[in-house]
């Protein structure tokens, strides 16, 4: 089921987004770099756009697929992230998570792995 409510970048949340690309983490710039100007397979991602009443960490809108980041602020966060994962799904968007950790220990694998979810949803 698609909510009609889940309109893209609404205008309430430009400030906001706008907060988050310019305080992005580590990891969150790292993983942009890799991400941005189609370096993933061809595909456009954009960063900090926003879905609904969440703002997702990297989307690309021709794979409605979601990359999120997991850093100390996710700790205890559970029910939230599944409550997220859950909308964005009924929106028909995948959502795949890595931790920070993941990305800066081993970010061919994170990139592959995007590729690899990818790839299995534009097929």
Not at 20 to 43: I, M, P, V
Request: charged share 30%.
């Amino acid at each position: 089921m698609h909510y009609k409510s889940a309109k893209a970048n609404t205008t309430e949340q430009t400030e906001q987004r706008r907060q988050l690309r310019n305080s992005a983490t580590s990891a969150e710039a790292t993983l942009w770099k890799a991400l941005k100007e189609r370096q993933a397979n061809g595909w456009k991602f954009r960063r900090q756009h926003g879905i609904g009443p969440y703002i997702l960490d990297f989307y690309c809108p021709e794979l409605k697929l979601c990359v999120e980041l997991d850093g100390s602020s996710h700790d205890n966060k559970y029910d939230y992230d599944e409550k997220r994962t859950a909308f964005l799904r009924e929106q028909g968007i995948e959502v795949v998570r890595f931790t920070n950790a993941q990305v800066w220990a081993n970010m061919e694998w994170v990139i592959s792995e995007i590729v690899r979810s990818g790839k299995e949803i534009s097929t």
